[in-house]
Nanobody, 117 residues
């Protein structure tokens, strides 16, 4: 059974940091591209960052220099370190696993991040 379980969300003030964690199970984690998406109020779900099986990364322009994605293939876990948070970062953050070769895609249930003073 495939599971992606996000944690680490919460309420923080502007300028503070959070680290999101996505624990994966039920599939060959090391072979999948792992991504973080977010969906703010009345907005579409957009990609924030992704990391390939070999560790290559890519970020949305809005988070470059503030967010860092990483993965631990031994722990089947992907992280999103979020620094210098802004109110515009407020959203539900989702973890995604994707294999283009297998045509498979899995989603977590999401974790709420709220940035407010």
């Amino acid at each position: 059974q495939v599971q992606l379980v996000e944690s680490g969300g919460g309420l923080v003030q502007p300028g503070e940091s959070l680290r999101l964690v996505c624990a994966a199970s039920g599939f060959a984690f090391g072979n999948y591209v792992m991504s973080w998406y977010r969906q703010g109020p009345v907005k579409e779900r957009d990609v924030v960052a992704y990391i390939t099986a070999t560790g290559g990364t890519n970020y949305a322009d809005s988070v470059k220099g503030r967010f860092t994605i990483s993965r631990d293939n031994h722990k089947n876990t992907v992280y999103l370190q979020m620094n210098s948070l802004k109110p515009d970062d407020t959203a539900v953050y989702y973890c995604q696993a994707r294999s283009l070769r297998l045509g498979q895609q899995y989603w977590g249930q999401g974790t709420q991040v709220t940035v407010s003073s």
